[in-house]
């Protein structure tokens, strides 16, 4: 379960950027408490639903991933492209993504897709997922720089990406959406789906995704 440690915990691992690091040291007993940062406003923008396919889809179908997990890259390289094709352009299916970060690196991906544009957070999640190999785990680089290369190829300044890095406001409200989606939807790992009022975890092949989705009404 995903508590108010394990937040703190992830959010810790962001250092220097979403590092959340006067409240933790305090928590820690390491420093003077400080005041929290003011929560993300209810209607902030960058919260609001991620989704490709059409509103009256038949079926909607809710992803839970994790920008470093090589089981939602795994789903994003070889059953995600004929999903998109099959399901969801042809108008069967509409799929929300939810974040559900593991790490630190993986919130911190997370709050760079939701600070693009709507319609440039699918292209980059995708991006993202299918070159996970060079970023988030390159050797003898910093994945948060190589981070910000795919980021810059998205249109985001060093300036704003930076910024992204440092909003506490935008970690916690990620996170808090983490923990609602645990309580929810039961998830504990990822990628998870959720077909109607069923949660199915773990990487799928292509045909057992489209029979789940016929099952699904």
Not at 10 to 39: E, N, W, Y
Not at 94 to 114: E, H, I, K, N, Y
Not at 171 to 194: D, M
Request: net charge positive; aromatic share 8%; with cysteine.
């Amino acid at each position: 379960m995903l508590d108010r440690r394990s937040i703190l915990t992830i959010a810790a691992s962001l250092a220097p950027g979403l590092a959340l690091a006067p409240r933790l040291a305090s928590a820690q007993g390491a420093a003077p408490a400080q005041p929290a940062p003011p929560p993300l406003a209810a209607d902030d923008p960058r919260m609001s639903e991620r989704s490709v396919g059409r509103v009256d889809a038949p079926v909607t179908v809710i992803e839970y991933f994790s920008l470093t997990c090589g089981h939602c890259a795994a789903f994003h390289r070889e059953t995600y492209p004929k999903v998109k094709s099959d399901l969801i352009e042809s108008g069967r299916m509409r799929l929300v993504f939810r974040d559900f970060p593991l790490d630190g690196l993986a919130l911190a991906a997370s709050a760079v897709a939701r600070s693009l544009p709507p319609e440039r957070y699918e292209p980059f999640i995708s991006t993202l997922l299918s070159s996970q190999d060079r970023w988030a785990f390159a050797r003898g680089g910093d994945p948060r720089e190589e981070l910000f290369k795919v980021a810059a190829l998205a249109g985001m300044s060093r300036a704003k990406y930076d910024e992204v890095l440092a909003d506490q406001a935008l970690a916690r409200a990620i996170l808090a959406a983490r923990v609602a989606g645990q309580q929810e939807h039961n998830v504990t790992s990822t990628p998870s789906f959720v077909f109607g009022n069923r949660t199915v975890p773990g990487n799928m092949a292509f045909a057992r995704f489209a029979a789940l989705v016929a099952e699904t009404r």
